[in-house]
């Protein structure tokens, strides 16, 4: 079945460090991929997508790009703030919607 | 424009009552979900939807009923509330990527 592979947290920067968070994924088909982002006490919001190999989702200054080769789908940021500080979840989509997520990565930024 | 609506916030239930978690969406979209989160386990899909009157199981399904007789409503059903069901439980709405509510935080005691 589908999966989805996060790397482990947390994951703890300074104010303006670079960020990677790593994505794999195993699926049959061309499922989309997704991040989601989720703030202490909330539900999880979506951050960007991507439907189809070589893509790049973008969003409030993080990006991930669908790589079909490598089957990931990284999250970026160059530049962390204390408000990015949440934890983020990779997914990718099934049929009728149903997604499988990632375990989810806490961020952690210091100022 | 409310998007996904849970009610209630909280709730502790004793083991073996039952309760109904609600969920309401004023987007008009088809699909709808509920999961449940678990410290360091990411979500997991107990059922779906894809519209009203078709519903179907998910990952983990027992000990949970739902039903979808319109468009806007999707209620959870606890049976018989054991103390595994603990959880943040999260309804959702899908097009081209899912909208959650703000959750429901059970705890059984």
């Known amino acids: 079945g589908d999966s989805v592979t996060q790397m482990e947290g947390p994951v703890t920067l300074s104010e303006e460090a670079c960020l990677t968070i790593?994505?794999?994924?195993?699926?049959?088909?061309?499922?989309?991929l997704f991040w989601y982002v989720q703030y202490p006490g909330e539900g999880l919001q979506l951050l960007l997508k991507?439907?189809?190999?070589?893509d790049k989702g973008s969003n409030k200054g993080f990006e991930a790009t669908y790589r079909k080769e490598t089957t990931s789908f990284h999250l970026e940021k160059g530049s962390v703030q204390v408000s990015d500080s949440a934890v983020y979840f990779c997914a990718l989509s099934g049929e009728a919607g149903k997604s499988t997520f990632g375990d989810g990565t806490t961020l952690t930024v210091k100022p | 424009n409310a998007g996904v609506t849970q009610t209630p916030k909280f709730q502790v239930l004793k083991t073996g009552q039952s309760m109904t978690l609600q969920c309401a969406q004023d987007?008009?979209?088809?699909?709808m979900s509920w999961y449940r989160q678990d410290p360091g386990m990411g979500l997991r899909l107990i059922h779906y939807?894809?519209?009203?009157?078709?519903?179907d199981q998910g990952e983990v399904p027992n000990g949970y009923n739902v039903s979808r007789s319109t468009t806007e409503d999707f209620p959870l059903r606890l049976l018989s509330a054991a103390p595994s069901q603990t959880s943040v439980y999260f309804c959702?709405?899908?097009?081209?990527?899912?909208?959650f509510g703000s959750g429901t935080r059970l705890t059984v005691v």
């Open positions: 790593n994505c794999t994924y195993t699926a049959t088909g061309y499922p989309s």
């Open positions: 987007m008009n979209h088809k699909y």
């Open positions: 959702a709405t899908y097009r081209g990527g899912y909208t």
């Open positions: 991507a439907t189809k190999a070589d």
């Open positions: 939807s894809v519209g009203a009157g078709i519903t």
